[in-house]
């Protein structure tokens, strides 16, 4: 018995014939960059999360980063945000020149700690960008308020959390303008690199769409010098298609995590997912937390069920941050979580048999 952690080649198989006509139609017109695929996908994907605006890029690092440099962030600026996330949240910051502000995690929900915000609020503080970890949506209302309070924009990094919904609306609306990924992991995932921004502000939209661009307004004109990062008109048809499913996939995955969760309730020391009041996630991940982790995780793989560690080491911790001068136990939350985390297999195919097979060999090595 092999159990991935994702199963891209299950989900292929089961939307085989839409994808390879989708595929085929935009070779067939040999028209690869922009053109009526990328606008079609930007609409639909726009109206899926009742937004005004949605610009595909060419993936989600450099979305957050357009999105940071359109809200008229510098060098000169800070931006906060978490420790527990990929590289690319922060690597967007940088790529702006701007400086790097870590806020701790809350210990239930694994999202930025709202009460561990203020006291990182400076002069020179911009914006925050909330991360809306394994597809549960950050404690937004109370993000906004300080936003409000202190002038700060807020750029959303929805790169998990593609449909989630926090008091009734989808991320991506939550804030001044969000950033997706589509990876082919993701819960709307490209075949190949692929990203959105999304906004209801029509100024941040045309700019990005103009930056995207090579900064161009019309063919060799050029209104600034901008970047190479458009959406792959391949990758969107291929979205195009996958968007369709996607109500289906993240119900699908609230539905085996509802399961996980049932079948732990007899093992305490298992602590299953926090769903926040009124949202609904889209679970990209299914994360519990478990002492003797990495013994756990062995064990699992000798049985052939494959888990993830989202993410090993904090980012205040990488080598690459070390010139921030950032020391152990300054994060205590996310260096505990990050010690104790296990991403088990989480995918809209997952088989129901499977999960209580992971369950049973989890309870019975615990
Ligand atoms: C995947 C991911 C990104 C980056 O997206 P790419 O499309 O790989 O550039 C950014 N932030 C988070 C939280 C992610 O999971």
């Not at 085929?24 to 690869?32: A, G, L, N, P």
């Not at 075949?191 to 995207?212: F, H, P, S």
Request: aromatic residues 8%; contains cysteine.
């Amino acid at each position: 018995m092999q159990i991935p952690l994702v199963d891209l080649k299950a989900q292929y198989n089961s939307i085989k014939d839409e994808i390879d006509e989708a595929v085929h139609r935009v070779i067939d017109k040999t028209s690869f960059i922009m053109g009526e695929e990328v606008r079609k996908f930007e609409e639909e994907f726009a109206l899926f999360c009742k937004a005004k605006y949605a610009v595909g890029v060419a993936n989600g690092t450099e979305a957050l980063m357009l999105a940071l440099k359109v809200c008229g962030l510098t060098s000169c600026d800070e931006v906060i945000t978490v420790p527990n996330t990929f590289i690319a949240t922060t690597e967007a910051i940088t790529m702006i020149g701007a400086k790097i502000v870590f806020v701790d995690v809350n210990p239930d929900t694994y999202n930025i700690d709202i009460n561990k915000i203020e006291e990182k609020i400076t002069a020179k503080t911009k914006a925050i960008i909330p991360v809306h970890l394994y597809g549960q949506p950050a404690d937004m209302d109370t993000i906004n308020q300080l936003a409000k309070k202190y002038n700060l924009k807020i750029i959303e990094d929805a790169a998990q959390a593609h449909g989630a919904k926090y008091k009734g609306r989808r991320v991506g609306t939550l804030g001044d303008i969000a950033s997706f990924s589509f990876y082919p992991g993701k819960n709307l995932g490209a075949y190949g690199d692929a990203g959105a921004i999304v906004t209801n502000n029509e100024e941040l939209a045309q700019k990005i769409a103009m930056l995207r661009n090579h900064g161009r307004t019309k063919k060799y004109l050029h209104e600034v010098e901008g970047f190479n990062s458009r959406l792959d008109a391949l990758q969107a048809a291929i979205l195009r298609v996958k968007l369709r499913h996607l109500e289906d996939w993240n119900e699908e995955r609230r539905k085996k995590a509802e399961l996980y969760n049932h079948l732990f309730e007899p093992f305490p020391e298992i602590i299953t997912p926090k769903v926040l009041e009124n949202t609904v996630p889209v679970y990209h991940l299914y994360v519990v937390r478990v002492k003797n982790r990495d013994r756990l995780q062995n064990i699992l793989k000798i049985k052939g069920i494959s888990t993830g560690i989202h993410y090993p080491l904090p980012l205040h911790l990488q080598p690459a941050y070390s010139y921030l001068g950032y020391e152990e136990r300054e994060f205590p939350v996310t260096e505990k979580m990050s010690k104790e985390i296990l991403s088990l297999p989480m995918y809209a195919e997952l088989k129901e048999k499977d999960i209580a097979y992971i369950c049973e060999v989890m309870g019975a090595e615990i």
